[in-house]
Nanobody, 131 residues
Framework: QVQLVESGGGSVQAGGSLRLSCAASIASGYSYSDYCMGWFRQAPGKEREGVARISGNGATYHDDAVKGRFTISRDNAKNTLYLQMTSLKPEDTAMYYC??????????????????????WGQGTQVTVSS
């Protein structure tokens, strides 16, 4: 299993920036780089949706709604995932979650767009963007 703890959320005005972090503690015998890591978000009354994900070797996938504004990255030496968010919009307001799934085969992370693909989740960090 993987324990995930998000941080970095807060309240900003539209056009502002935030950087989210997700620290991982791994209880399995695998290393952090064996996991595909993802960021998801959920606004009140809406389903959880994928924001971005990154494979162990750094291949990234960003949802169309955030392309050009958000950047996912990871530091495998620190077991930490990041989400740099710029040009924030009110519609980005949501609880943001990081998630992990063990990927021992090439290409799995590229197909892991759905929340159901992930086994381990953090508790979330709130992002609120005001207009």
């Amino acid at each position: 299993q993987v324990q995930l703890v998000e941080s970095g959320g807060g309240s900003v005005q539209a056009g502002g920036s935030l950087r989210l972090s997700c620290a991982a503690s791994i209880a399995s015998g695998y290393s952090y780089s064996d996991y595909c890591m993802g960021w998801f978000r959920q606004a009140p009354g809406k389903e959880r949706e994928g924001v971005a994900r990154i494979s162990g070797n750094g291949a990234t996938y960003h949802d169309d709604a955030v392309k050009g504004r958000f950047t996912i990255s990871r530091d495998n030496a620190k077991n930490t995932l990041y989400l740099q968010m710029t040009s924030l919009k009110p519609e980005d307001t949501a609880m943001y979650y990081c998630a992990a799934v063990l990927t021992l085969r090439v290409g799995v992370c590229g197909r892991a767009a759905m929340a159901s693909s992930y086994n381990d989740w953090g508790q979330g960090t709130q992002v609120t963007v005001s207009s």
